[in-house]
């Protein structure tokens, strides 16, 4: 009975739940029917209640697609105020869509139902009604009718419409030109980054000039012998002197870690140049040479004269003395008169001058007793030389009273900041490195001597940085080594040639011609740290002539192109006098196609650093080229690269897209990724040097102030664009230079303030020829995809691709984010565009500017 009951009550369960559950579902049939047909009713409440209302709607909505992308396409134009109105319609095998435009829809109805145009396929069944609201927006409206063949009566159910806003930006419209374009060649100077060291085989264009004409090139050396002394522990340079030999005259600093020996005579004088850049005696000797001379005061020699010597002349903008000097000048003669060599007299009018540490100058007479001593103290010095770069006596105690005392937040000091190289010739400890030319012909006892040149800057085939295999050692004393190498020709003979040291190896290649490859040459470079410049990549001149004599009837020698004023007025002119230009000396070029030139760390190293100091080209044998950019690259595989490889063609392109400052590197331009707004406004001028703006963060240039440099690089933001564009404002600043490239996400307008370029002082040789005629102007260089915002709601803004653009008749400064600058470049006034230069006709454009809306989405706004 039990279990009875138990099953009855199991039955009577189910059926109760059955019971709920036919209850609850019929809740939500109930429920759902309900929703269903109140979206029914809606619909039928929204597009009409009829079938043909029904069809209207949809008809209405493909009208409005059409009308949107007609309208991006610029093809249908907009009220001033009121309603315009448009027809869409297809003709029976045309495949594009026509366009009727009308001031009312009577008109729009009349021309639907005018039966000569009963054929036409009138797109979505309505006409097109476009308002223009008070609030400047616009109302569009698709005009359906209820009888889809009659266009008469007041059915309307079928109307949709949108609402939107219209922008209006300023876009280029570009056509091919004729016409060619050049700019201005502006080169990191190599001067500031390698020094002619010691017996370093001297300015090797110079060198490639004679060997040209067959005249040899032994004589060019910067030093004629060395004297030694402290069992050769002491090493004593012995520079040539002028009437002699080639004079020490270059655009890099010269630089003399040993004491310097003069032996200036009546018709032979020694004289040192450095243009625009430094000359540092960094010598410190103490013995019996310069004891017997002199006397026992006469200690930590940097530099002194032989005895009973005649004057040394020194040329430069910055002189640094690490030493005591000492002279013995014959009657009527200076120790050292010292005069400024450079490009900016007009505005630095003196010297700078840097003891490293307290120095006394001193003065002998043959009798071995000193006449007279003038002390400077540690710091750095401005001498004045007047209007008229007057040379002074550097011994003389009128110059040392005249001597004004500065430090590095003077004017005068940061003229000179961007080339003082001192700091990077000592360690942390202010000890001077441990610097060594590529030749040495004498090297202090202890050391291990650095031979991979021979004294004639060719490259040496007995040295420990050749052999005819594969090395497997080497010279282990120059792991500490920081080398400086300057060859004067490429070699030919076949092997391996590996130049070494632990420190940095410092690569300058410096010729009329290009660094060639003739022959089936292993080259490689290992290193912690290594340097390249390969140039000129000017067209620098040299002029030569060995037969124009001077006062003392000696001839003189060459002179390059960076020297303002030549021997005589007649040098130039004289028809003796040949006129050499380096043409493609910074390509490194690949003949023998088994040849290689590679970077690698050094040995057993894993990593290293190659800084690139200025653009060079490397050219393979199999005609193909790239470029490598001036920049510091740290990631350079493991294994090195060789550059004639596509591997490091690969590596190049893609990370070659900076440029290194090197001539301002000491301003703090750019501070924590953004623009530094609080660099001093005596600091701006650098009229003689590189300006190098790269801010991720982007931010505000100083406000109306100038920015002057010979060129000024601008990379702002990260490359981000629309809503993630990294923003910099002009802030009223003007970027004055002979060059200004500029690559931003976006430079923006505020509060009126602009961004003013001025580049007009190169117009001689960035050039634009339209149609075989020269144009005036300036010219602009954009480096990658930018745009400039106005905050102009009749046209906000314009974005720039890369290119070089030339604006014709500008020839002062001219305001990038002035919508009225960019408006006035009409079909008449064009300015003009290269996407490279010399690329081919195809890449170069004339341009003019027009206002362009920018595209409506009606997505999801319609009602």
Known sequence: MKKL??????????????????????????????????IAMLQQKETGTTMNSRQAYVSAKSALDIAEELLNDGKLSLPDSGSLYYVFYYIEGDPEVHVEKFNSSELALKWINDPAHASYTIIGNAY??????????????????????????????????TKFDVKYNLVEKEETANLTMKQKSITTPTGNKFLMLGDQASFSLLRSVRKTLNEGDTTFRTLQDYDTDNDNKSIIYIPKNEAGNTPLTTCFPLVFDKAVKSTSNGSSRLKFTAYDSGIYFLGNYTGSKVKSDYNSEAVDISFYTNSDAYGTALECKYLVIGGNMVCRPAAGESGIT????????????????????????????????KIKEVEYKKGYYYISLGDNNTAVDL????????????????????????????????????????????????????TEQVDILDSDGKFSTSSNSYSNTPRTTFTKGWKDYYIYCSPSEMPTASGYYDMYSGKEFNYLWYNIKPMEFNGNIDMSIHSSNITLSIGPDEKETVYYNNKIKNSNGNTYFP??????????????????????????????????SSASFSVKPYWNEKSFTLKVVNDFIVEMSDGTSYTIKADDYTDIPETGLNLFSN???????????????????????????????????????QSSSVINFKATCGGTLKEDSTYKGRAIYCDFGNGSSGKDAIVTY????????????????????????????????????????????????????ITRKTTLKFNDDNANSITLSPGYYFFPGITGDFDILSKAFWEKWSSSNPYYKAEKLGDGTKAYKKVTVTTKMDPVDFEGKYF
């Open 5 to 38: 009951h138990t099953k009855k009550r199991r039955i009577n369960s189910k059926k109760g739940i059955s019971m709920v559950l036919a209850i609850a579902l019929a809740a939500v049939l109930f429920l759902s029917t309900t929703t269903f047909l109140s």
């Open 128 to 161: 097109i009604k476009i308002t223009k609201n008070a609030d400047g927006s616009y109302t569009m409206t698709a005009v359906g009718k209820e009888n889809k063949y009659d266009y008469s009566g007041d059915g309307n159910t079928g109307d949709l419409s």
């Open 338 to 369: 010292l005069k400024y060599s450079g490009s900016s007299y007009n505005t630095d009018k003196g010297v700078v001058i840097y003891f490293t540490k307290d120095c006394k100058l001193m003065t002998y007479s043959n009798d071995h007793s």
């Open 395 to 446: 011994f003389s105690e009128s110059t040392k009273a005249s001597a004004k005392k500065i430090d590095t937040d003077s004017k005068e000091y940061k003229r000179v900041s961007s080339i003082d190289m001192y700091s990077s010739l000592v360690d942390t400890k202010g000890k001077l490195k441990n610097i060594h030319s590529a030749f040495e012909g004498k090297w202090e006892k202890g």
């Open 559 to 592: 002179y390059s192109f960076n020297q303002t004023i030549l021997p005589t007025s007649d040098f130039a002119t004289d028809s003796n006098t040949q006129k050499f230009t380096a043409e493609g000396s910074n390509i490194i070029k690949q003949i023998n």
């Open 647 to 685: 591997d490091a063609k690969k590596y190049f392109e893609d990370h070659s897209t900076s440029r290194v400052d090197s001539n301002s590197s000491s301003i703090k331009w750019v501070e924590d990724n953004a623009i530094n707004t609080s660099v001093d406004s005596s600091n701006l001028d």
């Open 730 to 781: 002009g802030n009223n600043a003007t970027l004055k230079a002979d060059v200004v490239s500029i690559g931003a996400d976006l430079l923006e307008i505020k509060d009126g303030k602009g961004l003013k370029i001025n580049t007009y002082s190169a117009h001689n040789e960035s050039t634009c020829v339209v149609d075989g005629n020269p144009i005036d102007g300036s010219m602009l260089q």
